[in-house]
């Protein structure tokens, strides 16, 4: 047998196949809304036990699928209050899970009647492994997605992840939030969504230190 038989590849495959391995450098999304479809839905258990609900979406872009996402999974449940915890009480209903999950179905027109609980899977989130599991029934529906172009201003310019794109909300044609979410990028300069991610104690006092030396080497005669 050839290599391409016991790879079990076939003949046109491998001559569909590009020859080369470079890939094209990140594009930025701009902030606009995109037709899109639901790649996946996930429920999956974080590193405290609560769910968390988890949704990417899967976009053309100049000819290449991107997925993008909300920026942050969202917890079904808030933060327990000291009296939740005495009686060893899960937080209340976290009002931002609910609305994400029934945009999500507006958007779809799915019944969640209709949804069913599929395979399993593992989620990383914030360095832990967590199991969790598919919600079948919205994938490949079509949606709008209001998508940002977001910019940590605690990276320097050309640093890794310091432009990304994320999903701000889901609807459909002609619904209201897409005037209202083009009203808010109209206000952003440049369409850039800014914010100050987080930055470790370590970062901080070497950028700090970096920021002196550069302050008293335009001091020096040479």
């Given at each position: 047998?050839?290599?391409?038989?016991?790879?079990?590849?076939s003949t046109e495959e491998f001559q569909a196949a590009k020859d080369s391995t470079v890939t094209e450098a990140f594009e930025v999304m701009p902030s606009g809304v995109y037709s899109g479809k639901v790649k996946e839905v996930i429920i999956y258990k974080n590193k405290f036990g609560?769910?968390?609900?988890?949704?990417?979406f899967s976009v053309d872009f100049n000819g290449q699928e991107r997925v993008v996402s909300f920026r942050?999974?969202?917890?079904?449940?808030?933060?327990?209050?000291?009296?939740?915890?005495?009686?060893?009480?899960?937080?209340?209903?976290?009002?931002?899970?609910?609305?994400?999950?029934?945009?999500?179905?507006?958007?779809?027109n799915v019944d969640l009647a209709d949804v069913k609980e599929g395979a399993a899977t593992e989620v990383n989130s914030y360095g832990a492994k967590c199991e969790g599991k598919f919600y079948?029934?919205?994938?490949?529906?079509?949606?709008?997605l209001l998508v940002r172009h977001s910019q940590d201003s605690n990276k320097a310019e050309g640093e890794a992840y310091r432009d990304s794109n994320d999903v701000e909300g889901v609807t459909s044609a002609n619904h209201e939030d897409i005037e209202k979410?083009?009203?808010?990028v109209e206000k952003q300069a440049d369409g850039i969504f800014k914010y100050k991610g987080y930055v470790k104690d370590g970062a901080k006092k070497d950028s700090a230190a970096q920021e002196e030396v550069k302050e008293k080497a335009k001091n020096l005669d040479f």
């Open positions: 047998m050839s290599l391409l038989e016991n790879l079990g590849i609560g769910d968390t609900l988890k949704i990417n942050d999974d969202i917890g079904k449940n808030l933060k327990q209050t000291d009296e939740e915890k005495k009686e060893n009480k899960p937080g209340k209903i976290n009002e931002g899970f609910v609305q994400r999950l029934k945009s999500l179905c507006s958007a779809t079948l029934g919205f994938n490949d529906k079509k949606v709008k979410f083009n009203a808010k």
